[in-house]
């Protein structure tokens, strides 16, 4: 089944998110952080809508793809601490939606949209089947 990740995420993995980008290391702005902590459920969503345009992928460059929006969006990332915590908090919001570093489904596909699993699909799913069970046999007789 296909992730939706415009789904929000719970309460509390949205509290402990807002608390990690808050959190106060004793270096840098820590107003910046807090208010980018305030705009948690907007980091959220951006994070949701980048993965389902990606299909599921979270890697460098959508990493580079958030920080631009969040630039244009006026937000106070220039700072290389800021831009640090904000991409650590943002990948483990990815994370927590599902993400892998690879694309894993149909670009913007949801619960809804995905395609099912054609005959073509099932087929190819059986030939690998075969494939390992033989190579499983192979494997077992040299031991």
């Known amino acids: ?26 270096k840098g702005n820590n107003s910046t952080l807090q208010s980018l902590a305030g705009m948690i459920r907007d980091i959220e969503r951006m994070i949701g809508t980048i993965l389902n345009s990606h299909g599921g ?11 631009r929006i969040a630039v244009r969006r006026g937000w106070p990332v220039e700072d290389e601490m800021t831009s640090t915590r904000l991409l650590l908090v943002a990948s483990r919001i990815a994370e927590a939606k599902g993400s892998r570093d690879v694309a894993f489904q149909e ?12 005959a073509e699909d099932s087929d190819a799913i059986a030939r690998i089947r075969a494939k390992m069970t033989e190579a499983e046999r192979i494997i077992a007789g040299l031991r």
Do not use: C, Y
Not at 57 to 67: A, D, G, M, T, V
Not at 107 to 118: C, E, R
């Open 57 to 67: 992928r979270w890697s460098q460059h959508e990493e580079e793809l958030f920080l």
């Open 107 to 118: 670009l913007g596909a949801t619960l809804v949209s995905a395609p099912k699993a054609g």
């Open 1 to 26: 089944n296909p992730i939706d990740f415009l789904q929000p995420l719970p309460q509390h993995q949205m509290e402990d998110a807002a608390d990690l980008l808050s959190k106060s290391d004793g």
